[in-house]
């Protein structure tokens, strides 16, 4: 099992941009899959961007709402995934988590089931 740990959530204003890191200690494979997943009140938990790499492939996914505004990258140095937000709308406040699991992904990558470790969650709001 991974542990994983976010940080970087806050407050911003509409426009501006926010980084979201997701760091992962504890067992590891070659292959991963670790995404981003957000959770705003009274809605249901909503798939935001991926990344997955086994050897030498990695691919990237997102959702077609964030797609041109927000980007998704590793870190191997640090073992961390960032969600790097631009032009974030009002729309976009949520609890964001990471997920994470050790199979490479590109399909189900948007399943909260495909996920085996979840960090704890990080506030983002962006005001008006």
């Known amino acids: 099992q991974v542990q994983l740990v976010e940080s970087g959530g806050g407050l911003v204003q509409a426009g501006g941009s926010l980084r979201l890191s997701c760091a992962a200690s504890?067992?590891?494979?070659?292959?991963?899959?670790m995404s981003w997943f957000r959770q705003a009140p009274g809605k249901e938990r909503e798939f935001v961007g991926a990344?997955?790499?086994?050897?030498?492939?990695?691919?990237?996914f997102l959702a077609d709402s964030v797609k041109g505004r927000f980007t998704i990258s590793r870190d191997n140095a640090k073992n961390t995934v960032n969600l790097q937000m631009n032009s974030l709308k009002q729309e976009d406040t949520a609890v964001y988590s990471c997920?994470?699991?050790?199979?490479?992904?590109?399909?189900?990558?948007?399943?909260?089931?495909?996920?085996?470790?979840w960090g704890q969650g990080a506030q983002v709001t962006v005001s008006s």
């Open positions: 990344i997955t790499w086994s050897g030498g492939s990695s691919s990237t």
């Open positions: 504890g067992r590891t494979s070659s292959s991963y899959t």
């Open positions: 997920a994470a699991t050790a199979r490479y992904r590109t399909a189900y990558y948007d399943l909260p089931a495909s996920y085996s470790s």
